[in-house]
């Protein structure tokens, strides 16, 4: 079992940035791919970001590119989703996921085995 807490979101204006966190406990955080998800009241939740275990690969959608940053430590267990030029339509509850298959990055929801209980951000414009 892998247990995910995110953190770091909350409200902000457009334009400005925040970083969030997800902290892993359990087992080896570092056999796990990991990948960040949001999910905007009243759609479906939608890929954002994904790492590779060693953290060698990355992997972004398109529209977040150029703005976040996904990035781990795997030292801390932790890993880290700065986002940066927040805009309006990048509001929405933001989940932490773990996956097995952990020498790629992972894009597919339903390839990830846990998942964290999400972390809300809202960007005023």
């Known amino acids: 079992q892998v247990h995910l807490v995110e953190s770091g979101g909350g409200l902000v204006q457009a334009g400005d940035s925040l970083r969030l966190s997800c902290a892993a406990s359990g087992r080896t955080f570092s056999i796990y791919a990991m990948g960040w998800f949001r999910q905007a009241a009243g759609k479906e939740r939608e890929f954002v970001a994904a790492?590779?275990?060693?953290?060698?690969?990355?992997y972004y959608a398109d529209s977040v590119k150029g703005r976040f940053t996904i990035s781990r430590d795997n030292a801390k267990n932790t890993v880290f989703l700065q986002m940066n030029s927040l805009k309006p339509e990048d509001a929405a509850v933001y989940y932490c996921a773990a996956s097995s298959l952990s020498t790629i990055v992972v894009l597919a929801a339903y390839e990830y085995d846990y998942w964290g209980q999400g972390t809300q951000v809202t960007v005023s414009s």
């Open positions: 790492i590779s275990s060693n953290g060698g690969s990355t």
